[in-house]
């Protein structure tokens, strides 16, 4: 069961285990959304890109942001629903890059009309293994309380 909304201080860092992004992954994610961009799926087209070569689509990482800290267990069962994100692509992701996600929480708020709730705000970075922040986020969660 994850943390409860009074378990999350403001400044409190977390970081998950590593996870190494697979060919799978993108086909995969391009099946699910339709998303076939050649830069995800050509490798003749995405090398002559800016990126040299095939790059993950930028939302299949937002999802596996919130599976990486759902391994710290962090809000499994306890997170009431995900109210808004901001979300910004700083460096490419490719197949065989490992990731992990740093997390602080920015924000911790009561809720002013329901007492069994609040929101709780975390600063989101996804990191590759040579230490480069690939994608940052802010994402507000509604949390159960006690």
């Known amino acids: ?11 409190t860092e977390y970081r998950t285990p590593g996870r190494t992004l697979t060919e799978a992954d993108i086909v995969g994610f391009a099946g699910l959304t339709g ?19 095939r790059i993950a689509h930028g939302p299949m990482m937002v999802g596996m942001a ?4 759902s391994r710290l267990d962090l809000i499994d069962g306890t997170v009431l629903a995900l109210k808004a ?15 992990h996600v740093r ?5 911790a708020e009561p809720s ?6 609040g ?3 975390l600063g989101i970075e996804i990191v590759r293994q040579d230490d480069v922040v690939a994608q940052t986020g802010r994402a507000v969660l509604i949390m159960a309380r006690r």
């Open 66 to 69: 919130f599976g990486l800290l």
């Open 119 to 121: 929101t709780v705000a």
């Open 35 to 53: 998303d076939f961009n050649p830069l995800h799926t050509d490798e003749v087209f995405a090398a002559k890109s800016m990126f040299g070569g």
């Open 103 to 107: 997390a602080k929480v920015v924000e």
């Open 85 to 99: 994100i901001e979300w910004s692509f700083e460096a490419p992701l490719k197949a065989g890059d490992t990731v």
């Open 112 to 117: 002013r009309r329901h007492d069994d709730r």
């Open 1 to 11: 069961m994850g943390l409860h909304f009074e378990d999350f201080a403001v400044g």
